[in-house]
């Protein structure tokens, strides 16, 4: 009978045990309060810009061709260098020149000549008529000879003057500074000259300062007419702003330039308005035909919201942040957005100066719940990225 008793308990403490280890397994364990780092909207003033694609072209452009004719004598440029002006880049063979420029000096002594005997002749003349002793029609004949001595004069000093001019242009120089291309044409060959046929024989480009072209949209200008009439914008064009200039590859916008033209009437195949900005070229680093990033400025200086770009989340068809009250409970906010500065979003409505914004831990916070908060203040430095898209 002991030993009935004794599995009997022993059977009854198990299953007491097992009950009480299924009971303990059907009480929840406590949910963990999420840890999320918030921050406070940047507030800083800044200015919105507009990106549009261009292209570096040369300020100035010369067509280098020979004003006259001969045979090529000598190349006095590398391809592809920097020459100032005055530079010497060819010299077309001068003898036939300098022959022409002799056979002048000769004709205009031989003028000078018949002009002085011409001028004795009319001083004699006007005495012997004084005393009868020629005709009128003699004087009237010694007057028009030395006239005609005077004009003779005149044409061969002009004569002489060409030809002294041709032979200064067997010396091809820059008419400008910037960078040459190559030679066209080499040594020793016969070139045409001094009309609209004349040979090409290289080109030279200005280098700095260098402008770059860029073409604005019809619905961004109509958009700066609405914000000159709401007195956010001086001027639709603009003239005279800085811009803000980047190459291919670069972060920010290291360059500066100032727009100083825009066309004055839209292009109809494209709907866009052609304008250029001039930019300092010191260093020779920016060349004609190269691509850019101008950024334009669209608005004027304001004060802005800040907060980072991957703050935002989306909601259905609205854009909206992650918020937290002072009971430390998560919010969804819609807001209204504006540019992006470097990495920092401008939030335009729907956010306060003392809100704080979840930036980090987003996918821990579910709307309603409360979280564990800690401070993370936004890197203010990311708003020094230049440009504004």
């Keep these: 009978m002991l030993t009935i008793r004794n599995t009997s308990r022993f059977a009854l403490t198990a299953i007491a045990l097992t009950v009480l280890a299924a009971c303990k397994e059907d009480i929840p364990a406590p949910t963990a309060v999420q840890t999320v780092f918030v921050s406070p909207p940047i507030q800083r003033e800044v200015t919105g810009r507009d990106g549009f694609s261009g292209r570096f072209e040369a300020t100035d452009a010369v067509d280098i061709r020979a004003r006259v004719g001969g045979y090529i004598e000598q190349i006095a440029f590398r391809d592809g260098a920097f020459v100032k002006k005055g530079d010497l880049l060819f010299l077309i063979d001068p003898r036939p020149y300098q022959a022409a420029l002799t056979q002048s000096e000769g004709r205009l002594a031989d003028a000078r000549s018949q002009l002085q005997l011409a001028d004795i002749e009319l001083v004699r003349a006007k005495r012997l008529i004084s005393s009868g002793a020629i005709a009128t029609s003699i004087l009237d004949q010694r007057t028009q000879e030395?006239?005609?001595?005077?004009?003779?004069?005149?044409?061969?000093?002009?004569?002489?003057?060409?030809?002294?001019?041709?032979?200064?242009?067997?010396?091809?120089?820059?008419?400008?500074?910037g960078r040459i291309s190559r030679k066209l044409v080499s040594q020793g060959n016969l070139?045409?000259?001094?009309?609209?046929?004349?040979?090409?024989?290289?080109?030279?480009?200005?280098?700095?300062?260098?402008?770059?072209?860029?073409?604005?949209?019809?619905?961004?200008?109509?958009?700066?007419?609405?914000?000159?009439?709401?007195?956010?914008?001086?001027?639709?064009?603009?003239?005279?702003?800085?811009?803000?200039?980047?190459?291919?590859?670069e972060t920010g916008a290291p360059r500066l330039g100032k727009l100083d033209f825009i066309e004055n009437r839209l292009d109809r195949s494209t709907g866009t308005l052609r304008g250029r900005a001039r930019v300092a070229n010191n260093e020779h680093s920016l060349n004609p035909g190269q691509f850019g990033r101008v950024e334009l400025i669209s608005e004027a200086p304001h004060q802005a919201l800040l907060v980072p770009d991957s703050a935002l989340s989306s909601d259905a068809t609205r854009r909206v942040l992650n918020v937290v009250d002072t009971q430390d409970t998560v919010h969804v906010r819609p807001v209204k957005l504006g540019r992006l500065f470097?990495?920092?979003?401008?939030?335009?409505?729907?956010?306060?100066?003392?809100?704080?914004?979840?930036?980090?831990?987003?996918?821990?916070?579910?709307?309603?719940?409360?979280?564990?908060?800690?401070?993370?203040?936004?890197?203010?430095g990311l708003t020094s990225v230049a440009g504004a898209q």
């Design 342 to 380: 470097g990495t920092l979003r401008e939030v335009t409505e729907g956010l306060e100066a003392g809100d704080r914004v979840i930036v980090s831990g987003l996918q821990r916070a579910q709307a309603g719940e409360k979280v564990a908060v800690q401070l993370k203040p936004i890197d203010e």
């Design 146 to 177: 030395q006239q005609a001595a005077q004009a003779a004069v005149m044409s061969a000093t002009g004569a002489l003057a060409r030809a002294k001019l041709d032979l200064s242009f067997t010396e091809i120089r820059a008419p400008m500074s």
């Design 191 to 249: 070139i045409a000259g001094g009309d609209a046929s004349a040979t090409l024989l290289t080109t030279i480009v200005s280098i700095d300062p260098i402008d770059i072209y860029f073409d604005i949209d019809e619905e961004t200008y109509l958009r700066y007419g609405r914000l000159v009439a709401d007195g956010k914008r001086e001027s639709a064009d603009n003239l005279g702003s800085e811009v803000r200039i980047s190459l291919p590859g």
